[in-house]
Each structure stands twice: as structure tokens, then as C-alpha cells.
Antibody
Framework: EVQLVESGGGLVQPGGSLRLSCVAS????????MNWVRQAPGKGLEWISY????????FYADSVKGRFTISRDNAKNSLFLQMNSLRAEDTAIYYC?????????WGHGILVTVSS | QSALTQPASVSGSPGQSITISCTGT?????????VSWYQQRPGKAPQLILH???KRPSGVSNRFSGSKSGTTASLTISGLQAEDEADYYC??????????FGGGTSLTVL
């Protein structure tokens, strides 16, 4: 069974940093591209970042470019999102999602709250 | 990276059919056959119900169907059931390994 479990969320002050993790199981992690998608409270879904299966290629939405960094450790079946210079508008549930031409499996999500 | 356009809400009675539209541009829906639809129940993660416009993952009811014409994709739910009440999101590949979502549609089963 495919499982994706996010962790590392919480409350952080504006301007602060946070690192999210997503541990994968039930499939060959190193064979799949991965994404991060977020959802602000009461709002819709927003794609924010993508990484190739090897980790050699990364892409970002304009809203997070230059502040967030996606990475992965295939030996540990783990995906990461380093979030710096956090703003109030980054408050959201963050989901990791496996990509197999489309985003087919999603984690349960982890809440990040940016507030003073 | 502008969001795809969906109606904010739709409603229908049990047994009826409803259709949710998703309008994009020639940079996303109009240029790629990679439209997917997700169902999201309150407090839960989105769940894939259609991909490549009209293909259903294993286990998804055949009451869900999809189509695409030009820059607009559509999701149709036939034989509405109370359990279909949820938010629905369309998503399209937008090139250069980026994706764009619709704003979401809240379905109410009357």
C-alpha cells in the first residue's frame, strides 16, 4: 500500500524557517517524481514545487521561488521542503504527492502556521 | 500560473447528474491531455477520481466521468448520492514540470 506521511509542521514566526519531511512507503520511491501542494485555510489547492526522481531537477511556483527548497534522500525514502523567510500567507496545510504522469497519491498533510 | 476557473458551488438532488466545468488556457488544458480531478472531503487529503481527462483509477465509481474540449475540462457525476458531497478540484499540467489547480467547487447534494 502506498503511504506518504508528512511531518515537521507547526507554528513559526514571520521571517522564520521550517523544514517539512515526507516519508514514503509501499513503492519504489527513487522511481517517482514528487511534488508539494499546499492549501490555505478554507482555500483551494496550490501546487508549489516539483522534484525529479533523481533530485537533479527542481521547479517552483512563483509564490515560493527563492524562499523554498525541495530536496530528497532516496536512500531514506524521504522528501523535504525547506521553507525560509516565511510569511503569514504561507499558512496552510502542506501535502506531498507522488507523480506518475499525474499526482496520484497524497499524504494526509501537515499544518504550517506563520504567526507572531 | 493563473488558477483554472471552476464554479464555486453546484448542487443537485439524489439520482440527478451534475457537471462541473474547469476552464483554462492554451498553456495548460488546451495544450496537454493531463487533466485530473480530485475529490476532497472535509479534513481529508484530496483523492484522485479521474486522470488524463476521463480515466478512472481502480476503485472509483463509474458514476464519475470526464471530458475535455479545447481549453475546458468537465467532470460529470451521475446518479448523485449523499456521499458525493465534497469539494472537487481540477488540475492540469502547465508545462516545465509545473501544475495548476482550479479554485475548487463545493458540491451539495440536496
Amino acid at each position: 500500500e502506498v503511504q506518504l506521511v508528512e511531518s515537521g509542521g507547526g507554528l513559526v514566526q514571520p521571517g522564520g524557517s521550517l523544514r517539512l519531511s515526507c516519508v514514503a512507503s509501499g513503492f519504489t520511491f527513487s522511481s517517482y517524481e514528487m511534488n508539494w501542494v499546499r492549501q490555505a485555510p478554507g482555500k483551494g489547492l496550490e501546487w508549489i514545487s516539483y522534484i525529479t526522481n533523481s533530485g537533479s531537477g527542481t521547479f517552483y511556483a512563483d509564490s515560493v521561488k527563492g524562499r523554498f527548497t525541495i530536496s530528497r534522500d532516496n536512500a531514506k525514502n524521504s522528501l523535504f521542503l525547506q521553507m525560509n523567510s516565511l510569511r503569514a500567507e504561507d499558512t496552510a496545510i502542506y501535502y506531498c504527492a507522488r507523480e506518475d504522469s499525474i499526482m496520484d497519491y497524497w499524504g494526509h498533510g501537515i499544518l504550517v502556521t506563520v504567526s507572531s | 500560473q493563473s488558477a483554472l476557473t471552476q464554479p464555486a458551488s453546484v448542487s443537485g438532488s439524489p439520482g440527478q447528474s451534475i457537471t462541473i466545468s474547469c476552464t483554462g488556457t492554451s498553456n495548460d488544458i488546451g495544450n496537454y491531455n493531463l487533466v485530473s480531478w480530485y475529490q476532497q472531503r472535509p479534513g481529508k487529503a484530496p483523492q484522485l477520481i479521474l486522470h488524463e481527462g476521463s480515466k478512472r483509477p481502480s476503485g472509483v465509481s463509474n458514476r464519475f466521468s470526464g471530458s475535455k474540449s479545447g481549453t475546458t475540462a468537465s467532470l460529470t457525476i451521475s446518479g448523485l448520492q449523499a456521499e458525493d458531497e465534497a469539494d472537487y478540484y481540477c488540475c492540469s499540467y502547465a508545462g516545465s514540470s509545473t501544475w495548476v489547480f482550479g479554485g475548487g467547487t463545493s458540491l451539495t447534494v440536496l
